[in-house]
């Protein structure tokens, strides 16, 4: 029999993540993500699928009010420990009632499994491709971490090795830190660049700091150069990999190659803190050269690596307010050339 029942034990749930997730942790599952988000005053739900006794899957479900409407967002998710259609079919029934009681329009989802795994789950005609993508990075890049600094350096673009050895003899300095306050170095770096790409700066970039810092899972990495911060990365370390959340630097000092030697940095801070893989997190799916992030795809495939690539996320239509959502995003997505 099947039953969903809230779990209010973190370990309980951060143990589910570490078995279930095959060395790739969903990030937007993880406990602490879900605290980030409460302390932004967020509603979340954390939801454990049971088969009888057994734990078989994990869901945080978010709820979003925005101007746009409001919708269900299971960001990575669900988690589930076989992904059958029973499973799935049992929880969006559950979620879809849910939903409805508190107004969403739809249900947005993006588990991490390959498109090959989700054609067998995603046959009702509820589900619509999303229109959305790039904040869950559904195609990411990722650097195995198993060979010696030597070997990674020996790996990656010529241009990327010379950048790094030109940083240390520049006299960039990197620090490494989990005190909050050093943040005022970094934002200010992450707002101008927003404003500088035309895009919205993500909100709890200090409670993540903050949250993750607490277990030792983040750190902020800032580049000094002659008594001034040019450039700052935000990194997880979450269940056996690295992270790269966010990052900025100043344009004034782009002649420094400050980030090339800050990721060298932190590529070895994970492989002390014995991580498995560094996800350099969202990049273009294709090659064109028109792609808003074809310079910062080429900044981290440059380091080595794979590209490792995830089912596009689904939307679970519950009323014709949706339509209008998708109809702006589309818009969106075209203007943005996604």
Known sequence: MLKIQEIINKKTW???IEKVSNGFPPFFQTWNWGDVQKRQGIKIWRLGLYKNTSLIGIVSVTYISAKRGKYIHLRHGPVLKEYKKEYLDFLMKFLSEKGKKAGASFIRLSPLISEEEGKSLFVSSEFRNAQIHAMDAEVCWILPLDASEEEILKNMRKSHRYLIRKSQTTGVVIERT?????MKLFLPLYTKLAHKKHFVAHHGVEEELEIFGKDDQSLLF???????VI???LIDFVHGMAIYR???SDDAYRH?????LLQWEVIKEAKKRDMKLYNFWG???????RHPWHGITLFKTGFGGEKKEFMHGKDYVLSWKYWLIYALERVTKLRKGY
């Open 14 to 16: 951060e143990e589910f």
């Open 178 to 182: 989990k005190n909050i306050d050093k």
């Open 222 to 228: 800032l580049a000094h150069y002659e008594n001034k």
């Open 231 to 233: 450039a700052g990365a």
């Open 246 to 248: 966010h990052s900025a």
């Open 256 to 260: 420094i190659p400050a980030m090339y």
């Open 283 to 289: 990049i273009a799916p294709g090659d064109s050269k």
